[in-house]
């Protein structure tokens, strides 16, 4: 089984509209949604969920207030700011609250209970050629990190399932912790860059990152013709890096209009120069040999 | 008064409007300060230019674990509740994960034999940029395997808005470093594009917002590209649209090379010299 996820440090390059080109090049397929904070490639692979079930992010400090006696020692103990004394009465701002537990063992009055943060969730869905796990974060809540693992464990065992020999990642923006477990373990990663000052920079950090994993990557410039001489360098940098440069992707309306329409740029114009500059890439991603060769 | 400017994902032209808002209330020899929130991708700095004044670094603390005193009891990792704390009776080991912890306390609590005390980590900076006298930039930029920026952003922000007009530059998403920078906002500008993908990140920041009771409107970037489903998201729901920047190749390619467009195109500075009296309002 290969694992393949695709990343591009920051968010606005393309690639969910890569992602979702790429598998439905696949003939069988698993696609893990990693981009638990806004998810969006449900929207062009159309899952039909046959599964959905509540991620407990983590817990958060709830006050009893007919055992309160406002004695405030729960909010000299926060230190996340959480806890704020209004009208003579304790309040803990549900959202600075880390649910570190401290305030609950601290009250004298036993007071104070901590209840779970509920309101996430994940589902499994069939697509045309194969399955997706996709997932959604409530507002607010962290440990995406630990979602995008369950994301993924939830792949593999689909992938068995199926017998599907490939999962396809689309990992989040960013080089935080979500980002570092959608490529923990991975056995590829396709950076997805764009042409801009601050495309290149980002593209560095995650580099780097990858680097520190030991994880062979690769780089896809999208929209390349909107700056060549930024193009240019990043070629340059990543010749100097090794990295191969796998595909380039002009600028193209159609990539929008193919989102618009609810539709991966395949299905939407699967004989356009553009689906056909997609293809090449498909076929140097799943061919190891050739990537490992340039 | 503190103006946010969010977005659900990175890339929609959250940083675009920031830097050229700040550059547009500058220009009109208003105090004004830029703070770059988001701290995993601070991209502003590369628009604006600016002296460094300072840097400060921001820092968490880390239990240290005194091993003649500890009796390897196991309270302390009891009471961690991100497991950052391990401890191994039998062979009298005790280990502190850094990177797992989330500076609360509570080990130090737990320790009856004051075998716990705490040292600093750095877990990153705020650099401060003097752009003329009467304005700056504030870049906050976290050191990566950090477990949360939202310490360092609340740093950040700490002395925005005092007689200046403050533009907080949001990190994307409607995480806990969103929220951590929204919630210090007197209003929101969320930027989004008319494509799917933008309305069903839209949506998510004004479910978040709605629920903090946070007033915000929303500018369309990229406007012309995808369909009008935003648009018309909008007005079912009665949504202030601030502004539409249109698609055009010329605002990508100065983007491109780090040059503001209100400072390269002219047709653009008037779009923000209306936001930023829109914006105004707001405050009175
Ligand atoms: S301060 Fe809190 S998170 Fe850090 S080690 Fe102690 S109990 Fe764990
Ligand atoms: S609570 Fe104190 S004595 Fe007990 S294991 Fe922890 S550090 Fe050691």
């Known amino acids: 089984m290969k694992e393949i996820v695709v990343l591009s440090g920051k968010g606005g390059t393309g690639k969910s509209s890569l992602s979702a080109a790429l598998a439905t090049l696949a003939s069988k397929i698993i696609v893990a949604d990693c981009d638990v904070d806004a998810a969006n490639l449900h929207i062009v692979l159309h899952p039909e969920n046959y599964r959905e079930e509540v991620y407990v992010s983590g817990q958060k400090a709830v006050i009893d207030y007919d055992k309160c006696t406002d004695c405030g020692t729960c909010m000299d103990y926060c230190r996340f700011d959480a806890i704020r004394l209004e009208n003579g009465k304790y309040l803990i701002s549900e959202t600075a609250c880390d649910g570190c537990q401290l305030c609950e063992r601290v009250c004298p009055a036993k007071a104070i209970n901590m209840v779970e943060h509920d309101k996430s969730r994940w589902y499994a869905g069939d697509i045309t050629n194969g399955k997706m796990i996709h997932a959604r974060l409530a507002p607010g809540e962290d440990n995406s990190g630990k979602l995008v693992n369950i994301v993924r464990e939830q792949a593999r065992e689909a992938a068995n399932e199926i017998g599907a020999e490939l999962i396809l990642i689309d990992g989040p923006p960013g080089i935080g912790c979500p980002a570092i477990s959608s490529m923990t373990g991975a056995d590829e990663v396709v950076l997805v860059t764009e042409p801009t000052q601050s495309g290149m920079h980002d593209l560095k950090r995650i580099v780097e990152l990858a680097g520190q994993f030991r994880i062979h990557s690769s780089v896809v410039i999208n929209k390349y013709d909107l700056n060549t001489r930024i193009s240019d360098e990043l070629e340059k940098w990543c010749q100097y890096m090794k990295i191969p440069v796998i595909g380039k992707i002009p600028f193209d309306r159609s990539i929008v209009d193919a989102m618009v329409n609810c539709q991966s740029i395949i299905d939407w114009a699967p004989d356009s120069d553009i689906s056909n500059e997609i293809k090449l890439i498909w076929n140097k991603l799943i061919c190891h040999e050739t990537t490992r060769s340039i | 008064m503190k103006i946010a400017i969010a977005s659900g994902k990175g890339g929609t032209g959250k940083t675009l409007v920031s830097t050229n808002l700040f550059q547009i209330v500058r220009k009109a020899g208003k105090p004004v300060i830029l703070i770059d929130c988001d701290s995993e991708e601070p991209n502003d700095q590369q628009f604006i230019n600016g002296n460094l004044i300072d840097e400060q670094l921001v820092t968490q603390n880390i239990p240290v674990i005194d091993t003649d005193k500890c009796t ?8 961690c509740h991100y497991n950052a704390i391990l401890v191994l009776p ?68 700490k002395d925005a808005g005092n007689g200046h007009f403050a533009i907080l530059d949001a990190p994307p998403g409607t995480s806990c470093p969103f929220i951590a920078t929204v919630e210090q906002a007197d209003y929101v500008v969320l930027v989004t594009e008319p494509t799917p993908f933008g309305l069903n990140d839209l949506k998510l920041s004004v479910e978040t917002l709605q629920e903090l009771k946070k007033p915000f409107g ?32 010329k605002i990508a390619a100065s983007y491109s090379e780090g040059v503001l467009i209100t400072d390269s195109l002219d047709e653009y500075r008037e779009l923000f010299v209306q936001l930023y009296k829109t914006l105004e309002k707001k405050a009175s």
């Open chain 2, 218 to 249: 929303v500018v369309i970037n990229r406007a012309g590209l995808g369909n009008n489903a935003v648009q018309e998201y909008l007005a079912e729901n009665k949504i202030q649209l601030l502004a539409e920047i249109p698609f055009d190749r």
């Open chain 2, 90 to 157: 039998e062979i009298k080991h005790i280990q502190v994960v850094e990177d797992l912890c989330h500076d609360c306390g509570a080990c130090l609590y737990a320790c009856q034999y004051g075998a716990i005390t705490e040292k600093e980590k750095m877990i990153g900076a705020i650099t401060k940029f003097e752009v003329d006298e009467r304005s700056s930039l504030y870049e906050s930029r976290i050191e990566v395997g950090v477990y949360s920026s939202v310490p360092l952003i609340r740093e950040a922000i």
């Open chain 2, 72 to 79: 390897y009891c196991g309270k302390c990792q009891e009471y």
